[in-house]
């Protein structure tokens, strides 16, 4: 049931990506010049951008100065590699694709971050905690 939660959630926001060799090359490089803490920086910019939208405010306790902590983490990484990692392979995606190459390669850094998150035994259980509300007779009367 798991699986089903995860591949569910990541298809709301799945957004098909066309890539060029360029696109795809500075995505390779962007992913392999990234740590696990690097990915967990990446995950935590996210969560907290996110705890801003007025409807996260009530269930999310962000301390004061967490947005501005981790967007200046999160744009040193972006600056790091785009300009020190992997500034060939970017000038080369951006001639190709323009910026739309840029922001597949962290789409995809992104996807890699989320998939980390989910594999902890603590994460798997909350998210698949709402399986004990699920009508599960309504559910199978879909497929009768």
Request: proline share 4%; with cysteine.
């Given at each position: 049931m798991?699986?089903?939660?995860?591949?569910?959630?990541?298809?709301?926001?799945?957004?098909?990506?066309?890539?060029?060799p360029d696109g795809d090359a500075v995505a390779k490089c962007i992913v392999d010049n990234t740590t696990g803490k690097d990915r967990k920086d990446l995950a935590r910019w996210v969560f907290v951008a996110m705890s801003a939208h007025p409807e996260m405010q009530s269930i999310s306790n962000i301390a004061?100065?967490?947005?501005?902590?981790?967007s200046r983490t999160a744009g040193s990484l972006f600056t790091k590699l785009l300009?020190?990692?992997?500034?060939?392979?970017?000038?080369?995606?951006?001639?190709s694709d323009g910026p739309l190459a840029i922001q597949a390669a962290f789409r995809l850094l992104g996807e890699?971050?989320?998939?980390?998150?989910?594999?902890?035994?603590?994460?798997?259980?909350?998210?698949?905690?709402?399986?004990?509300?699920?009508?599960?007779?309504?559910?199978?009367?879909?497929g009768r």
């Open positions: 798991f699986r089903t939660v995860v591949f569910l959630l990541a298809s709301l926001v799945a957004v098909p990506v066309f890539a060029s004061p100065g967490a947005i501005d902590d981790v300009t020190e990692s992997c500034p060939a392979e970017t000038r080369a995606a951006l001639r890699l971050a989320m998939q980390e998150l989910m594999t902890d035994k603590n994460v798997a259980a909350a998210m698949s905690a709402f399986d004990n509300y699920i009508d599960k007779d309504k559910l199978a009367a879909l």
